[in-house]
């Protein structure tokens, strides 16, 4: 890429994302984290008899993907 320091709209359009590591990590990633810790407790705060549905055993993690996490989470209130 030419002249990757200057804003071009006219650019030819890159065939990936990335959110980076570094000096170049996702500003998002940490506005993530805040929403996280700033929901789930409010979350549970309004809905305090959220319970899972199933056994924990029985949750589902997504593996095969770059994110790592949970692939649903069935819960009750």
Do not use: K
Request: with cysteine.
């Amino acid at each position: 890429m030419a002249r990757p320091e200057q804003l071009d709209l006219s650019r030819a359009a890159q065939p990936h994302l990335a959110f980076g590591h570094g000096a170049h990590r996702c500003l998002g990633a940490a506005l993530a984290r805040l929403q996280i810790r700033i929901a789930i407790p409010a979350l549970l705060q309004r809905f305090p008899n959220l319970a899972l549905a199933t056994p924990a055993e029985n949750i589902r993690f997504r593996a095969e993907t770059v994110v790592y996490g949970v692939a649903d989470l069935p819960i009750t209130w």
